[in-house]
């Protein structure tokens, strides 16, 4: 072996790196890339230099890549590098001159949270990412491949997304409505009355390093017959504040510490669900004898929300780095005067029309993690059907299953009368449904 590589086999407590084969067709770098169990390899140009290296599988760890790195003469001709299956959870690099050359890179299947091209890495043309705990490139990218990887690696100007989805939930009367107007005002400002569907509105913006991450609150109805219609707005990247009174139910957040001195037990509840990021016990109303402070209690939620959303380990999508005509379709579709387009027409929008196909879903997938639209991308039956104002589908949804007919006379059945009948004066607008089949139950 070459002193160099002696010095690298020591690092890795290797008895020996092998010297990759000779093949037919002289593509010493596709010889050395090529993975097999328990054979390290090198790959020599004629003068002599290190131009490839095949470390994968080796216990490799950021201790012992410092190390290598360190040895003199290692970086400046190498063109291939495989280090995949081991456990780096960073990929440093020599500055300067180092790594220049380099033009194929494995670091699949490590630890790997982030990756950023390095500067001045402009041979680089092979790239793979997979199977690592990646924030940045997010997951979704990474899963579109390489030519995918590479471009958004390379584009210039963008920014991280900061905005996140704060669903609360929990059964009718427990007040999350109370809750989510005390986040907002620090007290109550108008009647509040039940829920009927789900209300959607903005609380105070949550600091953090990268600037303000905006809150999109939805408030969804607790009544018993609306909740097989919540299934349509969960998604993704999403944090959920569960409401409950501490006598009655075992959840994440407990309400109404002013009528309630019980807590719940919250050990079996973490280790049951493992995702509860904790408990807080708030009130909306002041209550003296028992020493409660309603607003304390609204401020040490809002710290709990603002604490979790911040995190980029509790929440990386938050901080997910977008190109900036992401947003600028964000923006479009956020700024729409339909109530709905065709998924064809979004795919005719002007920065998304030239994406491939599978890009084109992906943003819009992401897209409705954050609440901007409604749509169906993961369900086959649905998938091509219309990207959708949620707001408008709400009202749609439950203006249907409030109608005191169809709700306590038919138990849930009804007909296209029903919906020629309803949505035509529900105020919904851009609505176009044909009503050709009106005896027809659904």
């Not at 059945?413 to 919904?428: H, I």
Request: hydrophobic fraction near 35%.
């Amino acid at each position: 072996m070459p002193e160099l590589i002696s010095k690298i086999a020591t690092i890795l407590g290797l008895k020996h790196i092998h010297r990759a084969p000779e093949r037919d067709d002289g593509n010493s770098l596709a010889a050395v890339m090529a993975f097999k169990e328990k054979y390290p390899k090198y790959a020599l140009d004629d003068a002599g230099n290190i131009i490839g290296l095949n470390l994968a599988k080796t216990g490799l760890t950021d201790e012992k890549w410092q190390k290598i790195l360190a040895l003199p003469g290692l970086a400046d001709h190498l063109r291939a590098l495989n280090l995949n299956e081991n456990g780096l959870t960073a990929f440093s690099f020599p500055e300067g001159q180092g790594l220049r050359k380099l033009e194929n890179l494995h670091l699949a299947e490590n630890k790997l949270k982030e990756f950023a091209l390095p500067e001045g890495m402009d041979a680089l043309t092979d790239l793979e990412l997979e199977e690592n705990p990646l924030e940045s490139p997010p997951p979704d990218v990474v899963a579109l491949g390489k030519c995918r990887n590479f471009k958004w690696l390379k584009d210039t100007g963008k920014r991280p997304v900061l905005e996140a989805k704060v669903m609360f939930i929990g059964d009718s009367s427990y007040g999350k409505t109370h809750l989510i107007e005390m986040l907002r005002h620090q007290k109550i400002t108008r009647e509040i009355t039940t829920t009927h569907g789900i209300e959607r509105c903005r609380m105070e913006d949550a600091p953090s390093n990268e600037g303000p991450i905006r809150l999109n609150v939805w408030d969804l109805g607790g009544q018993q017959f609306m909740r097989s219609t919540h299934q349509f707005f969960f998604t993704e990247r999403t944090l959920y504040v569960l409401v409950t009174v501490a006598r009655r139910e075992r959840k994440d957040l407990i309400n109404k510490t002013d009528l309630d001195e019980h807590d719940i037990d919250r050990e079996p509840l973490r280790r049951e669900y493992p995702n509860i990021k904790g408990f807080v016990r708030t009130a909306v109303y002041d209550s003296p004898e028992k020493k409660v402070v309603a607003l304390d209690t609204i401020q040490e939620l809002q710290a709990k929300i603002h604490e979790i959303v911040s995190d980029k380990n509790e929440m990386p999508s938050v901080f997910v780095e977008q190109r900036p005509e992401w947003f600028t379709v964000k923006n479009e579709l956020e700024a729409m005067d339909m109530e709905y387009i065709s998924y064809e027409k979004y795919r005719q929008l002007e920065h998304i029309k030239s994406l491939p196909e599978d890009e084109q879903r992906m943003n819009l997938k992401q897209l409705a993690s954050l609440g901007t639209v409604v749509s169906f991308v993961d369900d086959p039956r649905l998938d091509h059907t219309h990207v959708i104002n949620p707001q408008w589908i709400m009202d749609g949804v439950y203006t249907l299953i409030n109608d005191s007919v169809i709700k306590d006379k038919r138990r849930g059945q009804f007909s296209f009368a029903d919906l020629k009948r309803l949505l035509s004066t529900a105020g919904t607008r851009g609505i176009n449904i044909t009503f050709d089949r009106i005896d027809e139950e659904v």
